[in-house]
């Protein structure tokens, strides 16, 4: 026991005799066996002391005698617990949890070298054509990735991000290139047009690539795309560079839109279809029946 506890029980006691003061508790519900007068005095002289249970008991036999809570409460003993409490979990602490464990990986971020995964899966000509490509879009390809790096870091300090009911989005199909039929292997360019059909402007927005980044059957994109920012009404121009799969099959990759700390911002996905098939061909499965598509709008 601190002295502030003896302080506190002999000012709660005031001019009460330890005879009446001990009554006075068991009068309010306190167990006769669990307070003397021998062992009040000691509790006041600091020479014993009670168990967290105890002062409990004692707080509350107080409370009931019309003490004010506020006076009793500092009695009452808090023991530490013999385990800390985990953190409360937010997608924040999620993404930081996530990015240590991942980080003495190799090559864990391929995300950020994306021309160094083509290489490895392609030839030098196919890698050439497809910085040619990119350089013909006008895809600034470091700005980019600078872009995605702050507003991943933005998602881990930038929180709590919350969806807003209304916030929706729409695809202008006319302007938009969601599908495209390329031989295997071969570099590709995805133009969207993406509009914003609510009420939410979007801001430090990405496209989140959903499963598998790239297998024998899924063509190679990036992970994480950065959306322009776009107010209601407004539409935005996106590219999705990709390096088409190596089966003749027709492969969908999925993308839903995100915060920066990668939590959901809103329902449905954007498919996108690269069709490499010829005579003979196998085929991807899509989602499973039931999960929302983000429908083409006009």
């Known amino acids: 026991m601190t002295g502030d506890h003896a302080g506190i029980l002999r000012a709660l006691r005031g001019t009460m005799s330890l005879r009446a003061f001990v009554d006075h508790l068991v009068e309010n519900g306190l167990a006769e066996s669990s307070l003397s007068t021998r062992r009040l005095s000691n509790l006041e002289k600091g020479l014993a002391d009670l168990s967290p249970v105890e002062w409990d008991e004692v707080a509350d036999a107080l409370i009931r ?93 930038g929180g709590p ?67 322009p920012d776009t107010d209601p009404g407004d539409s935005c121009d996106l590219l999705v560079p990709g390096r088409a799969q190596f089966f003749p099959n027709l492969a969908v990759v999925s993308y839903v839109m995100v915060f920066p700390d990668l939590s959901s911002c809103l329902p449905g996905r954007l498919p996108l279809w690269v069709d490499t098939r010829t005579e003979e061909y196998d085929s991807t499965f899509d989602l499973p029946p039931g999960f929302p598509v983000a429908r083409a709008t006009d």
């Open 161 to 227: 991000f919350r969806p807003v009911e209304g916030d929706a989005v729409g695809i202008l199909s006319t302007a938009s290139s969601a599908r495209i039929q390329v031989d295997h292997s071969e570099p590709f360019v995805l133009e969207l047009k993406l509009c914003n059909r609510g009420i939410v402007p979007w801001r430090d927005r990405l496209l989140f690539r959903l499963g598998a980044p790239v297998t024998s059957s899924l063509p190679l994109t990036p992970a994480i795309l950065p959306v």
């Open 65 to 157: 005698a019309g003490v004010p809570p506020e006076q009793v409460e500092p009695l009452r003993v808090v023991p530490p617990p013999m385990i800390a409490p985990l953190p409360t979990s937010t997608p924040a602490s999620r993404l930081q949890q996530w990015s240590r464990i991942v980080a003495p990986v190799p090559d864990n971020s391929w995300w950020q070298r994306l021309l160094a995964a083509a290489a490895r899966l392609t030839t030098a000509q196919t890698l050439g054509g497809y910085l040619q490509l990119l350089d013909r879009h006008g895809s600034e390809r470091e700005e980019l990735l600078q872009l995605v790096r702050r507003r991943l870091e933005l998602g881990a300090t």
